[in-house]
């Protein structure tokens, strides 16, 4: 089986010393020098390779995400019709997610945007306790990540909310799901955290209407993609004191342009789409294990649904 492997340019090595290390045999082409189209049986990408270069293989029978997202892979014109896509479901990947989440729920709950400005001024100034137990967390995404990022604030004695698409239950979190769900979580969310795959039932599902029923003075925390957020209503949330903070990850579009309003806000934490990055050797193994199975026609893991968009 012929490989495609197509990745930023500065990954390329590390990914194929990966994948060669579990199974010396494979056969793997560097995008864009893929050799002869009718090898490549899979073809393992980065988000932003383009799906229509894909439809050149005759025989792929398996692609490969690189990553946790597949938004990019299946907008228009999305895979080739009938080819399975997978995506990489890793601990390192939900490891760091937690830590960054963890980090900024921190970093809000602590006051520490209050006590970095008053630093900068050299005011001496104690402001009132913070109260674990009554910080109230509301989770959109309970998958791989949110659920672990939810275990993590539990474990530090947040009361800790959920949002699915189909009714879930977690041990310990207090779940919702569908529109009257997302309100009631939203109206007791003082932080609300993003980490939903992006497909058109989410994007731009925190917009002035879900801003506006949280508590006043809540926080936002985004991780999953930008295209969760509408800019100008969090802009304006933000300006009014609605919103007393956010930390966001991940932008539209990314880079960020410098003159972006985010770069220079005061109540703005920004990450350039670093919460989480793929380790090769870490995901390397579930990779090679699919395929392994593609060949034998074994079930495949971590499926991307289409019709779900994610
Ligand atoms: P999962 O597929 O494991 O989980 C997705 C969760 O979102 C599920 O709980 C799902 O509900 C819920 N969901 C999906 N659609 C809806 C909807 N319409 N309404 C309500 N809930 C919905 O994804 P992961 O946790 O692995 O990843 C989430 C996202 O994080 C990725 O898609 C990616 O965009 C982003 N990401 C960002 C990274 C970064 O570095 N910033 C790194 C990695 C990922 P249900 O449980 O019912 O299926």
């Not at 029978?61 to 080819?83: C, E, N, T, Y």
């Not at 001496?124 to 659920?147: D, H, K, Q």
């Not at 703005?268 to 870490?282: E, L, N, Q, R, Y």
Request: glycine share 10%; aromatic share 6%.
């Amino acid at each position: 089986m012929a490989v495609l492997l197509s990745t930023k340019a500065n990954a390329m090595e590390a990914w194929r010393g990966a994948l060669l290390a579990l199974d010396p045999g494979l056969e793997i082409r560097m995008f864009p020098d893929a050799g002869d189209p009718a090898a490549i049986e899979a073809a393992v990408v980065w988000t932003s390779h383009d799906m229509a270069e894909l439809r050149r293989y005759p025989n792929l029978k398996l692609i490969v995400s690189m990553g946790a997202g597949v938004d990019h892979l299946l907008r228009p014109p999305g895979p080739p019709p009938g080819i399975p896509v997978a995506r990489l479901v890793d601990r390192m990947l939900t490891t760091q997610m937690g830590e960054w989440v963890l980090l900024n729920v921190l970093r809000f709950h602590r006051q520490d945007l209050e006590y970095r400005a008053l630093q900068r001024d050299r005011h001496w100034l104690e402001l009132p306790a913070p109260v674990t137990a009554e910080r109230r967390i509301g989770i959109l995404g309970l998958g791989e990540l949110g659920s672990h990022a939810g275990g993590l604030l539990r474990g530090l004695g947040f009361p800790v909310m959920g949002w699915t698409r189909r009714p879930r239950q977690v041990e310990g979190v207090e779940t919702f799901h569908g529109e009257e769900g997302l309100a009631a979580m939203a109206a007791r969310s003082d932080i609300l955290i993003c980490l939903l795959p992006l497909t058109p039932a989410t994007r731009g599902i925190v917009d002035a209407r879900l801003l506006g029923r949280l508590p006043r003075g809540a926080f936002v925390i985004n991780g999953a993609r930008g295209g969760h957020v509408v800019d100008a209503d969090l802009l304006a949330a933000l300006d009014s004191g609605q919103v007393a903070g956010a930390a966001l990850d991940v932008f539209q579009p990314e880079p960020l342009p410098p003159e972006h309003p985010y770069w220079a806000h005061p109540k703005v934490i920004m990450t350039p789409h670093a919460a989480s990055i793929t380790i090769p050797a870490s995901a390397a193994p579930q990779v090679v294990e699919n395929l392994r199975r593609a060949r034998t026609g074994a079930p495949l893991l971590n499926l991307v649904d289409f019709a779900a968009g994610y």
